[in-house]
């Protein structure tokens, strides 16, 4: 069974840095490893739409950002212990929602879902 | 910006079927944008349903179907059932590595 856990959100003020993490376990069958996986971040305000976020290649050489958090998130992995990364600085109000770790899929497709982690932003 | 559109409410009858769809700000949905559907009960995280398209994930029922349909992506649900109430969301791959998702359908199925 394909397992994701997120975690590291919690209540960070505006201007501040967080760090996400999404440990995968499962991930091994029809030959495939972790480290095959595109790995996706995908965030929801509670209550509103998906927004994706992030994406970064199973060997970590290519990352790629929404508009709306370019310059301010970095994502990275750590293949050996099947875990990706969302460091998050300068965030603001409007960051506030669960951060949902996500396989990539074929066709472009988003997978496996984690059961998400709750950011907060406010003073 | 490109916004992908959604249908925001449908209401379906048990037993019925909905077509649910996907489109474009400005242009048309084709294969080459890679659409996918997403289901989310409250509460719960979103599920895939259909990737490229037209290819159900594991353990989707056949009841769900994805096509393309005139200029848009869409997601027929047939005989609907009580627990396919949910939000639906598309999505489609902007290309360069960007992905972008709809605004979601909530359907009621009464």
């Known amino acids: 069974e394909v397992q994701l856990v997120e975690s590291g959100g919690g209540l960070v003020q505006p201007g501040g840095s967080l760090r996400l993490s999404c440990v995968a376990s499962g991930l091994t069958f029809n030959g495939l490893t972790f480290s095959n996986y595109f790995m996706h971040w995908v965030r929801q305000v509670p209550g509103k739409g998906l927004v994706w976020v992030s994406r970064?290649?199973?060997?970590?050489?290519?990352?790629s950002f929404a508009d709306s958090v370019k310059g301010r998130f970095t994502v990275s992995r750590d293949n050996a212990k099947n875990t990706v990364y969302l460091q998050m600085s300068s965030l603001r109000v409007e960051d506030t929602a669960v951060y949902y770790c996500?396989?990539?899929?074929?066709?472009?497709?988003?997978?496996?879902w984690g059961q998400g982690t709750l950011v907060t932003v406010s003073s | 910006q490109t916004v992908v559109t959604q249908e925001p409410s449908f209401s379906v009858s048990p037993g019925g079927t909905v077509t649910l769809t996907c489109g474009l700000s400005s242009g048309s949905v084709s294969d080459t944008d890679y659409p996918s559907w997403y289901q989310q009960t409250p509460g719960q995280a979103p599920r895939t349903l259909i990737h490229s398209t037209k290819t159900r994930s594991s353990g989707v029922p056949d009841r769900f179907s994805g096509y393309i349909l005139g200029n848009k992506a869409a997601l027929t649900i047939t005989g609907a059932q009580a627990d396919d109430e949910s939000d639906y969301y598309c999505m489609l791959y902007m290309g360069s590595g960007n992905w972008v998702f709809g605004g979601g359908t909530k359907l009621t199925v009464v």
């Open positions: 996500v396989t990539g899929y074929p066709g472009y497709a988003l997978g496996y």
């Open positions: 970064i290649f199973g060997d970590g050489s290519d990352t």
